[in-house]
């Protein structure tokens, strides 16, 4: 904590000015400009560092195990590069090719050392707190737990940077063979460093929800491990989609470092390689910190309205994805195509709504202050079950429309000349229409087992193995009835499979190409579909309502007797009636107490005697 020194108005002591922000803020006096506000902003770092930064980094650097790690790493690394640079050389690659493959060679060891290594560090930061007994003296320090979250962020990752920039050097060999330029070894190097917030930050969220450290590494490593092997896998494929479309020749993960240094002047380069990576790392890693959050603080804290934030922020980001890939595609067909399959894809973020944010008691936290007229406005969707449900279904809906609409602009903006009404369009609507009842009445489903069992990892579970199940017995019985009808999901999907949660996207799948009768008969299948999840969600929405008014209820009631028990507790013994008698107006005022006596006492007993 630092301070800063001033004399006190009046006197010569000093009065020390609190700037960490870890045992309270200073007390608030005349509003600083914008301008004035901005600069404190930028210059708060320096002026007042995080004091769990500060502390993580002395704990780190002082460790003997992590200057071992770093100097192990760093010279493995620089003994594969220059190992794969000779081999290479005595082949019969040209120095160029050479040079782009031992580029490939360094970035992908560098990614698989922070892949394996960054998420079980980083896993460490608040069990570690816990076993040592030191977590409930973090939370009584006074720092909010945002600036906790944010501070053991920026520790683990300047302590894992630190070992990226130890390996900078060896990048170096790519260039003695050629072949690449120093952008897209920046390029590389931004997308590394993308890499390890995100990795960092989900290695913080798994341990801020788990007690033991031990637990938090496998499950940290474990989960980020195959995420990354898939990650990789459909950068490759990008790759290959790349060197048709751009004309680039380089294979490997790390295809975009060249293409971006090669086509910086195009805008697409920066939409695909700019925008998309922003938003595909930044909504991840924004996530991840909210949700530490609501891990650290208190349950009487809010939790909810920063993943709000964060899902509102997602669907805005995932609508403008959406909307990128008609521009980019040579045909009207493949452009219709690829708007109605990229939206059933973006679909997946309405489900993850609704599993974020079921996680939510019956009742709001108790307001620490008075709420001003903006807060009395969203306290309609502001914390608690059932305004946190309203919230979500409103998000759903929003979301399910927009993404597909936004989709469907962008595609007649790229072709003009394309009729409004095309299967493509009615596809598009499918989508909307169907996803969001679907849902909707997941969502809804997930906060009414959340009220139920009162733990929402197990409403989570519950709700992914009730929509799973359905949806795998709707497979069965399809193939059961007839052997068929799997085979005929690509013109034709059986009534049995459009009813079930998965049926709006085989119908949305099938308008985008079918007509005439069939046509018909798939929107009156999607139809019948939508208006029964609807109607569920509606109902358990309903239920949920009633459970909380209930709930408001039995507070008030318990509040109530509370109460009066208190006020039967202090009210004063009865004390005997005494004999009346008459005091004339002269003698009270001379007594100076103004009180009148008589039967049954003081008539303003308790009040201030002069």
């Known amino acids: 904590m630092s301070a800063a020194a001033s004399p006190e108005p009046g006197t010569d002591r000093p009065s020390l000015e609190r700037t960490s922000g870890a045992f309270g803020s200073t007390p608030p006096g005349k509003k600083p400009s914008p301008p004035s506000r901005l600069r404190e902003l930028l210059a708060r770092p320096l002026r007042d560092p995080s004091p769990i930064l500060l502390k993580e980094l002395r704990a780190t650097f002082r460790t003997p195990g992590f200057v071992r790690f770093l100097y192990l790493t760093t010279a493995l690394l ?18 160029a090719e050479a040079g782009r493959m031992v580029f490939q060679l360094f970035f992908s060891l560098l990614l698989a050392v922070i892949c394996l290594v960054a998420p079980g560090f980083a896993a460490t930061a608040i069990t570690s707190e816990r076993e040592a007994h030191t977590y409930e003296s973090l939370l009584l320090s006074g720092m909010t737990g945002t600036r906790i979250v944010l501070g053991k962020l920026a520790a683990y990752v300047a302590s894992i940077g630190l070992v990226v ?3 900078l050097p060896i990048v170096g060999v790519a260039f003695l063979f050629g072949g690449s330029s120093p952008l897209a070894v920046l390029t590389g190097f931004f997308w590394i460093a993308m890499v390890l917030v995100v990795t960092v930050s ?23 491990i195959p995420v990354a092997m898939i990650m990789v896998s459909m950068l490759t494929a990008m790759g290959e989609g790349a060197s048709s479309g751009w004309g680039i020749e380089v294979d490997g993960p790390f295809w975009f470092a060249h293409a971006f240094a090669n086509r910086s002047d195009q805008w697409d380069t920066w939409a695909f390689l700019g925008f998309l990576p922003l938003y595909t790392f930044g909504m991840p890693t924004w996530f991840f910190v909210a949700s530490a959050v609501a891990g650290v603080v208190p349950p009487s804290n809010d939790r909810s ?9 997602a669907a805005i980001g995932g609508a403008i994805a959406v909307a990128l890939p ?10 219709g195509e690829s708007a109605v399959f990229i939206s059933l894809g973006a679909m997946a973020l309405v489900y993850f709504f609704g599993l974020v944010l079921c996680n ?37 809906v929003l979301t399910a429309f927009g993404i597909p609409g936004l989709a469907c602009l962008a595609h007649h903006v790229a072709y003009p000349h394309m009729a409004i ?8 609507l499918a989508v909307a229409i169907g996803q969001s009842a679907v849902a909707a009445c997941f969502a809804a489903l997930a906060t009414t087992l959340r009220l139920a069992l009162r733990n929402g990892g197990a409403a989570r579970a519950l709700s992914i193995a009730l929509f799973g199940g359905a949806i795998f017995a709707a497979l069965i ?33 099938i308008l985008s190409d079918a007509g005439g009768a069939r046509q018909s008969e798939h929107w009156l299948m999607l139809l019948v579909g939508t208006v029964g999840y609807g109607f569920l969600a509606a109902a358990l929405w309903i239920g949920v309502e009633v459970r909380v008014a209930a709930a408001k209820r039995a507070v008030a009631e318990r509040k109530a007797r509370l109460e009066a028990k208190l006020a039967a507790m202090t009210r004063p013994a009865s004390v005997p009636e005494a004999p009346s008698v008459t005091v004339s107006e002269s003698e009270s005022q001379s007594e100076g107490t103004g009180t009148r006596t008589g039967k049954g006492g003081s008539d303003n007993e308790g009040e201030p005697q002069p």
């Not at 009742?363 to 059932?386: D, Q, T, Y």
């Not at 009404?421 to 598009?428: C, K, P, R």
Request: glycine letters at 10%.
């Open 421 to 428: 009404g095309t299967s493509y369009d009615q596809a598009l």
């Open 305 to 313: 309205t920063a993943l709000k934030v964060w899902a509102v922020a």
């Open 477 to 509: 019985l399809a193939a059961a009835l007839d052997m068929s009808a799997l085979d005929r999901l690509d013109h034709q999907v059986s009534p049995l499979l459009a009813l079930s949660p998965i049926g709006p996207a085989f119908c949305a799948g």
């Open 326 to 335: 008609p521009f980019f595609l040579t045909t009207p067909s493949d452009s």
């Open 202 to 224: 989900f290695g913080i969220a798994i341990s801020a929800h788990v007690q033991t450290t031990r637990v938090a590494i496998v499950v940290s490593t474990f989960i980020a």
């Open 360 to 396: 939510e008691p019956p009742l709001p936290p108790v307001e620490r202050s008075k709420p001003g007229p903006i807060a009395r406005l969203f306290s309609i969707v502001g914390p608690g079950a059932s305004g946190t449900l309203r919230f979500t279904l409103l998000l759903i």
């Open 78 to 95: 620089g003994l594969a590069v220059v190992g794969g640079g000779a081999t290479l050389a005595s082949g019969n690659e040209a120095p």
């Open 165 to 167: 920039t130890a390996a």
